[in-house]
């Protein structure tokens, strides 16, 4: 059975419209294990946009399952995640003008920085996967550089404006997939997926695990954060 991993990002991002105390996003994700998520996502931003120290600090506290951090390849948050010790840390891209992660980490160019967090991350015990575009040279780079696992972005799938297009976006994700598999690296996606549309995508050979927050959140607006996680695990179930 694929994992779950439910981002809470965005419980967090209506917390801090209003700078208050709620929504908790620590009490989100604490339901969120009740509804039967494998495991918590968190983005902890340089800009802090949403997700903050705090929070990241009691979520390895409270999360008896798995605990990803997304982070930037960045000094600050690297030391922070070695001493926060989540038991695994996905690079990914970051600027301060997007609305959400836009693509994947252009592992290619920064080979020399994301090399170096890796080892530090890896010495202190955590597992490391890259968040990058369905790119084969990505994929045989994230492989040198030590990566433990990929997570391949779907945003392209996700955003399709057609049938023919979400195929030819399902067909580059399959492939991607194919080439993770054979170069020995764990297989993660997410990015922009739904409940209407995560389907296709849990039944892509090798998968072990599916990032989904939006779509969660969204849903847990209108009816709670427990039935929003269950309705995405049968979503996975029927695949």
Known sequence: MIRLGVNIDHVAT??????ADEPDPVAAAVLALLGGADGITVHLREDRR????RDVRLLRQVVTRRLNLEMAAVDAITDLACEIKPDEATLVPERREELTTEGGLDVISHERVISQVIKRLSA?????????????????TAKLLG?????????????APTAKDRQR???SLQEAAAFTRDHG???????????ANVQPVARIAGLEELNIGHSIVSRAVLVGM?????EMKEALRLT
Not at 147 to 159: D, G, P
Not at 185 to 195: A, E, R, S, V
Request: no cysteine.
């Open 147 to 159: 990566a433990r696992a990929v997570e391949i972005q779907t945003a392209r799938y996700s955003e």
């Open 185 to 195: 690296l764990h297989l993660h996606m997410g990015h922009g997926l739904t409940y």
């Open 50 to 53: 949403h997700i903050q120290e």
């Open 14 to 19: 209506v917390r801090q419209a209003r700078q």
């Open 169 to 171: 976006e399902l067909e």
């Open 226 to 230: 427990e039935r929003a996680v269950r």
């Open 124 to 140: 202190a015990g955590i597992e490391v996967a890259l968040f990058i575009d369905p790119d084969i040279r990505q994929i045989e």
